[in-house]
Structure formats: structure tokens, C-alpha cells
């Protein structure tokens, strides 16, 4: 007979989970949490039972970590753990088999804080259970944490991007890993007899396969290259110890971007130096830049036109519009996501402005009104 008993309350914090709801591909990575808790388990069971050969009959039977609900705080998942052994004189009259289940929990939770303070995972655990890591974690996006135990007093765990990355390059020498990656490129090369291509991400340029699903807009992209087409690509790639994409696996999505396209723009913009006007000119902060391109992609009313977006001496940006016979500028303080809407009608002359923070949903709907008159 199974027995279920609450297990884990990891709290999921970012824009994707605001809602209190969870992508199926982030639930994947709990997967993967739950095989490796299994595993492990195994091992503290043998490490404290050194004369046993092998573990007690029925110990990994029917080991599931069931989501039982998603709780309000961004998402908060409560997972139950299921066992078909619950208890076993093998396992001695005090014993029971969660006890080894939560000290596996405990070891991950031990690991990932480790690689929060950027001390050595692998003193913590092997090689052999840090792999897992190529799997935990691996959808999480840059503005995203999980938390293990957010009502700790102390000793939270976090996991993103950064302390995932920490784990997956300690597992070899030349400390390179996998990841998800979405990124815009250019199509640099073809070859067709080799069934390769590569793209170009700032004046690198970085291999993939050329394959039946791709191979079309692959060529036509390639085609079109001397007028400057890009593409947003998703996929799986192999990163090196310093984080920069070495090679593409995999291509989940390929799409040809608008010129006008925000992702597209939002990456150029990333990559300018303090200094770039003049040897004047403050570099746009990429976080403020992730957050804004963020915040549009999931407000923007998509039949609206785009905007052309500019760059600002002091570090900030300028969205513009020429609609009928008005000028509108909407200038974006990256810092604070605080905004100035300027239109002006250049057959009248008149003037209307308003303040307005991109934080709060109801100031996008009053630029789409704005915009829509």
C-alpha cells in the first residue's frame, strides 16, 4: 500500500509564474529533482547500512513526487511523496524509508545553497548525482528563481540560471554545460553537404545542424543576408565555463524577426559600451533592458505598429512612433521602468503628455488607447 506524505514547497518566483500558474516544460525539471532524490536515496541508504548489498525489496516502488496544488506568492507547488514502503523491519523498528528521502531533499537543498555562496558542490556530492543538474533547472529563465525553502529562517536555497550554472560546470575539467538558450542571430553559413550552418551572435559565429525541419528558412534567411535579416532561434547548446553558447544541439524554434522586431532591438542595445555617442553616452543597464523587453512582450497589443527604439545619453531608451499625423515618443527610465508619453500633432501643433509606470498593466492599456486614437 502507498503512503503519501508532504514532501517539498518550492516557491517559483518571475514574470511567468505571477499568475500562480506553471509551464509544463519548468515541471520537467521536477522530473528530473524527483530521479535524482530516488538515487540518492539510495546511496545515504547504503552509506548508512554498509553491510547491505542491496535495498530493501520494494524501497523505490512507487516513488512519485505528486504536485497536489499551486499556492498564491508568485507559485508556491506543494509536492506529496509517495512510497510503497512505509515501513520495514529491514530498515530497523525506528527506522522508515522517508527518513532517507528527506535526507536526499536535504542534500539537493545543501548543494544548491553551496552554489549560491559559490563554495565546492562537488565536496558535497559526486559527479554522478551533480549530472542531474544538466536536467534541474534548465528552463528557468533569467529573471526566474526556485526557492526550496522560502519559510526557512535561514539557510534559503535558491536556484536560477547563475547558481545552476555554478553546479554544471564543476562537473568537468573544461567546465562546459548544457542549456536552453534563446537567442537572435544572423545565418552566417551553409554547408549543405555537410548539413551544417552557423549564426552570428556578436561576431562569433557558433555551429548547428542543418536538418528537414530548418532547412527552408535556414536558406531563405541565408539568402537575404546582405540586408540584414534575423532570427530568433530556441534550442539546447553547449555553453563554456564563462557562459558563452560554444555550440547549438538543438533547435526547438526558428523564426525570421521584423526589422523593427523589440527582442532584436533590445539585443543590439545590449551590447553598448559607457562611451558609445561621442565618447559620451551611458551604457542601458541589461537588466532594466531584459525587464522592459519582458513587460512588452507580454502587453504589447500586437496590432499596434512597432516602435523604432533609440538608445538615451544618459542610459535609458526612447520608444517613437510616426502614426498619421502625430509624433509620439515614449522615453523608458530603465531603473525604475517609469516612462514620459509625449504626442504631438504636427498639423496643429498640440501637445498632449502624461507619466505613466510600466510596471502596472493599466498604463499599457492607456498606451494602446493613446496610440489607437
Known sequence: MTEIK????????????DEHSVPVEVLQDFAALQELIVDLAKKIYFEENPARKRVPK???DGVTLN?????EGSAILNFLLGTALAASPILGEDSHAYTYFEKAKNKVIEVVAAAEKGDN?????????????NRIGRSLKEDEVVTFNPKASSGVARLNKNTRNRIV??????????DNFNLVAAIATIDRADKQFSVLVNGQKIPAKLDQNNFKLVVTTFNEYYSTPYV????????DRNGKLTKINSISSMDILDPLDVSLRISELSELKDGWFNLEGKAPDKSGLYKFETLFKANYNENLPLPTIFPTVS???QLEWTISDREISLEVDLNT????FVSVNVTTDEVYEENLDLNDNNSWQNIFNLLSK
Open 315 to 317: 542610459g535609458n531608451i
Open 337 to 340: 521602468l517609469s516612462s514620459e
Open 67 to 71: 504536485l497536489q496544488e499551486v499556492e
Open 121 to 133: 558542490v562537488r565536496q558535497i556530492l559526486g559527479v554522478k548525482y551533480l549530472h542531474y543538474f
Open 169 to 178: 560546470q564543476s562537473l568537468s575539467e573544461d567546465a562546459s554545460y548544457t
Open 232 to 239: 530568433a532561434i530556441e534550442g539546447e547548446g553547449v555553453y
Open 6 to 17: 508532504h514532501f517539498l514547497s518550492p516557491k517559483l518566483t518571475g514574470k511567468r509564474f
Open 58 to 60: 520494494g524501497f523505490t
